[in-house]
């Protein structure tokens, strides 16, 4: 059985009383400089994740948690799931949209969530249900009733969802295969959607995440800076984006840094 460290558990309840404070201030900016001002004694300001339209923006939590090379991100971010979807979302599931740097990462990562007996696992085991873990080219043929059934954690690289990409191009292509996930929506919610050439909401993955409004998780997040970035992950409306990396974006695009753990254990964020 897995046992977090000190520092990933105090980190976690920052996470925690942060979520919490923007359910009941009603937004993630005045959460965040109250949080850090606790911490720090100076509150420090709140950028909205660019690339966003404002009304999504401005209600979406873009923070950081800043570990250093080593200290057990992957962990963290297992542990941070249950927090967002009981803090934030208010639901016993959700859809998490886990991005990796690299292809490498991303079948280590698969490997490790789908094993029941790993520490990655045991953690979403101990406070989440029914749980499905997949790679992109499951996701393109996943049903509803899997997404309806638990946590879904769809597992790949930011560069495969963009258009640009062969496998990209298939997120934003209708395909019969999900057209379900789209039977019997309110006229209002389909706006909302990406549409087709003629007008008619995309049967597409793109537009499935975009009706979940997914929990984003970006490992090694300083990776992900790029407006192609930040436009990709706009597309699918996000309802929280939780940034991982040990060398947060401090110039232009900077990233929120909730918590700062240096190599010695926890410590505030930094200005």
């Known amino acids: 059985m897995f046992i977090p460290k000190l520092y990933q558990l105090q980190t976690i309840d920052t996470l925690t009383a942060f979520l919490r404070r923007t359910r009941e201030l009603g937004g993630p900016a005045p959460a965040f400089t109250q949080i850090t001002s606790e911490l720090t004694s100076v509150g420090l300001p709140y950028f909205n994740a660019p690339g966003f339209d404002a009304a999504d923006a401005a209600g979406m939590p873009y923070v950081c948690l800043?570990?250093?090379?080593?200290?057990?991100?992957?962990?963290?971010?297992?542990?941070?799931v249950p927090v967002v979807q009981r803090e934030l979302l208010q639901r016993d599931r959700?859809?998490?949209?886990?991005?990796?740097?690299?292809?490498?990462?991303?079948?280590?990562?698969?490997?490790?969530?789908?094993d029941r007996t790993h520490p990655y696992r045991q953690a979403l085991d101990a406070e989440l249900g029914e749980i499905?873990?997949?790679?992109?080219?499951?996701?393109?043929y996943a049903t509803q009733a899997t997404y309806d059934a638990g946590t879904v954690i769809l597992v790949s690289t930011l560069q495969a969802f963009r258009v640009t990409d062969k496998?990209?191009?298939?997120?934003?292509?209708?395909?019969?295969?999900l057209q379900h996930h789209f039977s019997g929506l309110p006229a209002e919610t389909l706006a909302t959607l990406e549409q087709t050439e003629t007008g008619t909401p995309a049967y597409s993955l793109g537009n499935v995440l975009r009706l979940r409004r997914p929990v984003v998780i970006v490992d090694e997040a300083?990776?992900?800076r790029t407006t192609l970035s930040f436009d990709t992950l706009a597309r699918f409306r996000p309802s929280c984006?939780?940034?991982?990396?040990a060398t947060?974006?401090?110039?232009?695009?900077?990233?929120?840094v909730l918590a700062h753990v240096s190599a010695?254990?926890?410590s505030p964020p930094r200005t």
């Open 241 to 245: 984006i939780l940034e991982f990396t």
């Open 66 to 80: 800043r570990l250093p090379t080593g200290g057990g991100k992957t962990l963290l971010a297992c542990l941070a």
């Open 264 to 266: 010695r254990g926890s």
């Open 132 to 140: 499905t873990v997949l790679d992109l080219a499951e996701a393109l």
């Open 222 to 224: 300083h990776n992900a």
């Open 167 to 177: 496998e990209g191009r298939k997120v934003y292509e209708s395909s019969g295969a």
């Open 248 to 256: 947060p974006a401090t110039g232009e695009a900077p990233s929120n």
């Open 94 to 114: 959700s859809v998490v949209l886990w991005l990796v740097p690299s292809k490498a990462i991303q079948e280590q990562t698969l490997r490790a969530l789908r």
